[in-house]
């Protein structure tokens, strides 16, 4: 059961800090936007992606299950 | 574009078929003037057949659907089949919303069929919400056509009026805006939102208007849904080809005699719509096929396409939502995509950061080139780059398809662009443009760039 | 009685006007950073996420420090400050309307920290709607630290308090000078609110807290009173 990572694109509002928080699949366009890589998570990186949902100010940022993905 | 002119001549068949069953199917006795009433309608069409559905089953007409190999209508050609399986077997009483929203403007297939053979269309709504399930449907059409407004209002007062139980049938009228007729867009307005799209998931087949399943389907979807139920599947394959059965209907503007909407056999080329429509009264530049989210072709390729999926993809286009336009050669390339190009900037509807600013910047350098201001900078390159910031990165497909729409135009006028880039406007860069694209834009006049004052947002407006 | 009082001011005494004094000072960081927005500038030694953290630790933070105010105040045996008195307003018999206040901003400041815990339950709008109570908690824990506090007079609690409401004032003014919000009445509220409160304090203080006998007209119990002329701190109670 992998997990992914996945923005909410109307939610974002380029406050930036899940770039900070997990560079390894998260960088910033020159607009202050993520660009985020939908590869699946390798196990050591989750706890990082679930800190940077939770420091979205906007919850624009998800971690997602695999099993929960159509 | 009246439905008069498409009355002319709506076989755009390849001549060498002579034997394959006529045109018009949709089109059919298309009245001139006002909607064709419910008694004409059934003494054309027949009355409306009946599918008896268990409860908790999905209808028996989907099976129907699937062998007819219908595909929706409206730009995204996703199979009418599955989309109804899909709402049918999701959890909650379904709607069918019937969508005449139509607000890519160079199409106008769906108001005609509005305004003039709205009951067809109607059969298919009330057909489809059957076989799903759905006790209640809602037409939503584009505000400004008040024609289309008007012929379906007078059809649901006829329906209404007849004592068949049936579904509760609305109509309601949606902002004339290009992104409205998305999907999920027509959900949130329904539900009270504004028209602008919404992050998926979940999408509308299972939770959509008032989180119950629903149906959105394109107008010209469910008229031919509705023939399919009265003349099977097996009819509807008798036209089109084996990967793309069926009529279709498109919208043909440009420099022709009689520009308007035709119903074409899928897979008939480029060249028998034209001469249906009377010739080319003018040389042809280019040719959009897709509407604004679409492809540029150039002209000396116009000749061998044929409309379909498979002819189509080898230059990067689909038909989209059935429209092809031709440029004429009196207009320039390059200013045309630069008022399209600014136009799909400002109909975005600034909810997504890379939307926004990639539409914008795109917009910013077409009109550079255009100008010829950009100096030593290898613009295309920018372009280029811009694009691949701008895909996928939005929650609909509105920054894609501007994207596809800018890329394919430069492709297209290769030389056109560069020599702008190089010496600035041509003799042909002067207002009003040709491209259909409605009044409120700011047209781009050749020598001044306006500025047109596009909010750098860091936030942009929910 | 006498005898206790003769005694001289209990710790708690102390321990609810520091505490009180830092919960000021933390509220008053939490909301500079809140106002300015701070995430969206970084410099390399201050990404955003550590600002951020730090606007959430400072809020806190300043919950931790107003519970210990709350509690020494309660047990403080001195002025009658039951635990009600800290959640209902207005009904305590001590300086009923000052110590009113405090527990007005308390009930603010309660609703806004469960709210921000419960953040991923409640969802955004939510959220940010009751987040928005900050901006009315933080002039009204002001006035209730002129009202209520005894040190006023004293000095350095007035030095730390204008140094507290310049601070939010320059941070209202930043914000407002560079765009936002974009609606221009709400910019217009935001300034005006700020300039109103700040014009009401200069017009007030002198007259209020820093005039005479301001114990006895802010309600303080006649029963207390007498001590103030024999107490050994000077200024009243």
């Known amino acids: 059961m992998s997990h992914r990572v996945r923005v909410n694109p109307i939610a974002c509002e380029a406050h930036g800090m899940c770039a900070e928080l997990l560079p390894e699949r998260i960088t910033l366009d020159e607009w202050g936007y993520p660009i985020v890589d939908e590869q699946p998570l390798p196990p050591a990186l989750v706890d990082h992606a679930r800190r940077a949902a939770q420091a979205c100010p906007t919850f624009a940022l998800l971690v997602e299950r695999e099993d929960k993905r159509r | ?462 | 009685m006498s005898a206790l009082a003769a005694a001289g001011p209990s710790t708690y005494w102390y321990l609810t006007r520091s505490t009180g004094a830092v919960a000021l000072l933390l509220l008053t960081l939490a909301v500079v950073l809140g106002i300015l927005d701070v995430r969206r500038v970084s410099t390399p030694r201050w990404p955003r996420f550590v600002v951020d953290s730090l606007h959430r630790n400072a809020s806190l933070l300043a919950m931790a420090f107003l519970a210990m105010h709350v509690l020494t105040s309660v047990l403080d045996s001195f002025a009658p400050i039951s635990l009600a008195d800290a959640f209902v307003p207005f009904a305590g018999s001590y300086r009923p309307l000052w110590l009113g206040l405090g527990a007005v901003a308390l009930d603010l400041l309660v609703a806004v920290t469960i709210t921000s815990v419960l953040r991923q339950r409640l969802g955004y709008g939510s959220w940010r709607a009751i987040h928005w109570l900050t901006y009315a908690s933080w002039p009204i824990a002001l006035l209730h630290s002129f009202g209520t506090g005894s040190d006023v007079k004293g000095g350095w609690l007035l030095a730390l308090s204008v140094a507290c409401l310049l601070a939010v004032l320059a941070a209202v003014l930043v914000r407002v000078l560079s765009g936002w919000p974009a609606n221009l009445r709400v910019r217009g509220a935001a300034l005006g609110g700020a300039g109103l409160f700040s014009i009401f304090l200069i017009l007030w203080l002198p007259g209020g807290p820093l005039g005479s006998e301001w114990a006895r007209r802010s309600g303080t119990p006649a029963s207390l009173l007498h001590h103030a002329s024999t107490g050994s701190q000077g200024s009243a109670r």
Request: some cysteine; glycine content about 10%.
């Open chain 2, 1 to 462: 574009m009246s439905a008069a002119q498409s009355t002319a001549a709506q076989n755009a068949q390849d001549p060498l078929d002579a034997d394959v069953p006529a045109l018009p199917r949709l089109l059919a006795d298309i009245p001139e003037e006002g909607p064709m009433s419910l008694r004409e309608h059934l003494e054309l069409r027949g009355e409306l057949p009946r599918f008896e559905r268990r409860r908790r089953e999905e209808g028996p007409l989907i099976a129907t659907i699937e062998r007819a190999g219908l595909t929706g209508r409206g730009g995204a050609g996703f199979p009418t089949a599955a989309k109804m399986r899909a709402v049918a077997h999701a959890r909650g009483r379904a709607i069918v919303v019937v969508n005449i929203a139509e607000g890519e403007p160079a199409s106008m297939k769906d108001r005609t069929l509005a305004q003039a053979l709205p009951h067809v269309v109607l059969d298919g709504a009330e057909l489809a919400a059957e076989a799903v399930g759905a006790d209640e449907v809602i037409v939503c059409v584009c505000e400004s056509a008040s024609a289309s407004v008007g012929g379906v209002a007078a059809a649901l007062e006829e329906r209404a009026a007849r004592s068949r139980s049936r579904p509760r049938a609305q109509l309601v009228t949606v902002p004339a805006t290009y992104v409205a007729g998305q999907e999920s867009a027509l959900v949130n307005f329904l539900d009270g939102g504004p028209a602008f799209p919404t992050f998926a998931p979940p999408r509308p087949f299972e939770a959509g208007v008032r989180r119950r399943p629903t149906l959105v389907s394109n107008a010209e979807t469910l008229a031919h849904l509705a023939l399919i139920a009265r003349h099977g599947s097996a009819w509807f394959r008798e036209l089109g080809t084996p990967s793309e059965p069926g009529s279709a209907l498109v919208t043909l503007s440009g420099p022709v005699t009689r520009p308007g909407v035709y119903e074409i056999e899928c897979g008939a080329s480029l060249r028998s719509l034209i001469e249906a429509a009377g010739g080319t009264t003018a040389r042809i530049r280019g040719a959009l096929i897709g509407g604004y989210a679409g492809t540029w072709i150039a002209g000396e390729l116009v000749g061998g396409i044929a409309l379909s999926r498979e002819h189509l993809a080898p230059h990067g286009a689909t038909l989209g939502a059935g429209v092809v336009l031709l440029l004429s050669e009196h207009a320039c390339p390059v200013a045309e995509t630069a008022r399209a190009a600014r136009w799909l900037a400002e109909e975005s509807s600034r909810q997504c950061g890379p939307c926004v600013h990639g539409l914008d910047a795109i917009a910013s350098t077409i009109e550079q080139i255009a100008v010829g201001e950009t100096g030593q900078r290898r613009v295309l390159a920018d372009l280029g780059s811009v694009a691949s910031l701008v895909r996928r990165r939005g929650a609909c497909g509105h920054p894609d398809g501007a994207v596809g729409f800018v890329l394919s135009a430069v492709e297209a006028f290769a030389s056109d662009f560069t020599d702008h880039a190089r010496h600035g406007r041509c003799d042909a860069c002067l207002p009003p443009g040709e491209l259909p694209l409605p009044e409120h834009v700011r047209v781009y006049r050749a020598g001044e760039r306006e500025d047109l004052g596009v909010r750098r947002l860091a936030r942009p407006r929910r």
